[in-house]
Every structure is written in structure tokens, then in C-alpha cells.
């Protein structure tokens, strides 16, 4: 939606300069950010990466989501003074529909839940438990 926002307001004459339609267009696309990256970027590394290292995993998520936003409002003046309004925002589309599909090769853990994708973890603590006890796990290792 954010690809089909951008490409609407680059190709459409006009629309750059129509208040009401511009913000039309880029309040949908705004509302669906909330659905595309900041997803990528806040649900999923709490869900793909394992507990021993997922809060480590989302801070790094945070931290490169913030710092491609940091280029893109940098760079967004440099490109409209370079390219126009209507090219630059034909760019973000293109951007945002390659951040669409580098998403489609992550991981998707629909239909598990957090404990099933941690169930390597879960012998491992079992062992240390058994070993402060002073019992033998017999756990061989994965």
C-alpha cells in the first residue's frame, strides 16, 4: 500500500501540489507504515530471534530501522532538489517495494508460539537445573 501511495502521488499530475489529495494519499500510506516496516522493525525480531539474544536482537532491529530513516529524511531534500518532488517520491515506492519483498525471505513463525521457537533453549536450562541439583541430565547436545 505504501508502493501503490508513492507511485499514485508521483504519477499523478497535479497531486503534488492538491493539498487534499496529497494528504489523502500519504496519510493511507503513513497508516500503513504501521502495518510494513515498523512491523518488521518491532514485532518480528521479538519473534524470530532466540531468548538468549533477543533483546540484543531487537535493540540491533531498532538501531538500523532508526538509521535508515535518519538517511531517508537526510537524503529526501538532497534527492528532491536533484530529481523533482514526483521522481523522488517514485523512488520511495521503488524503495518501499524492495522492503517488501526483502521481508518476504524472513523467517515467518506464524501458528507457533514463542516457547516452540525456543525449544532448543529449553533442554539446555533443564541440564543447568539438574546440574545445580546434582543429578545427570544425559542430555547429548542438539
Known amino acids: 500500500m505504501m508502493t501503490l501511495c508513492f507511485v499514485v502521488i508521483g504519477l499523478v499530475p497535479g497531486m503534488t501540489t492538491?493539498?487534499?489529495?496529497?494528504?489523502?494519499?500519504?496519510?493511507i500510506s503513513y497508516f500503513?507504515?504501521?502495518f510494513g516496516p515498523n512491523m518488521?522493525?518491532?514485532?518480528?525480531?521479538?519473534?524470530?530471534?532466540?531468548?538468549?539474544?533477543?533483546a540484543t536482537g531487537h535493540g540491533i532491529s531498532a538501531g538500523?530501522?532508526?538509521?535508515?530513516?535518519?538517511?531517508?529524511?537526510?537524503?529526501?531534500?538532497?534527492l528532491q532538489a536533484r530529481l523533482g518532488l514526483r521522481h523522488?517520491?517514485?523512488?520511495?515506492?521503488?524503495?518501499?517495494?524492495?522492503?517488501?519483498?526483502?521481508t518476504l525471505v524472513l523467517p515467518e513463525p506464524s501458528g507457533r508460539s514463542l516457547e516452540e521457537i525456543s525449544a532448543d533453549e529449553v533442554?539446555?536450562?533443564?541440564?543447568?537445573?539438574?546440574a545445580e541439583s546434582g543429578e545427570q541430565a544425559g542430555f547429548t547436545g542438539s
Open 18 to 27: 492538491a493539498v487534499l489529495p496529497f494528504m489523502i494519499a500519504y496519510g
Open 32 to 34: 500503513f507504515t504501521e
Open 40 to 54: 518488521t522493525t518491532f514485532v518480528l525480531p521479538g519473534e524470530l530471534f532466540p531468548v538468549s539474544m533477543r
Open 64 to 78: 538500523i530501522g532508526k538509521f535508515g530513516a535518519f538517511v531517508g529524511v537526510f537524503l529526501f531534500p538532497v
Open 88 to 102: 523522488t517520491l517514485l523512488l520511495a515506492g521503488f524503495i518501499s517495494a524492495a522492503g517488501a519483498l526483502l
Open 123 to 130: 533442554p539446555i536450562a533443564a541440564e543447568l537445573l539438574l
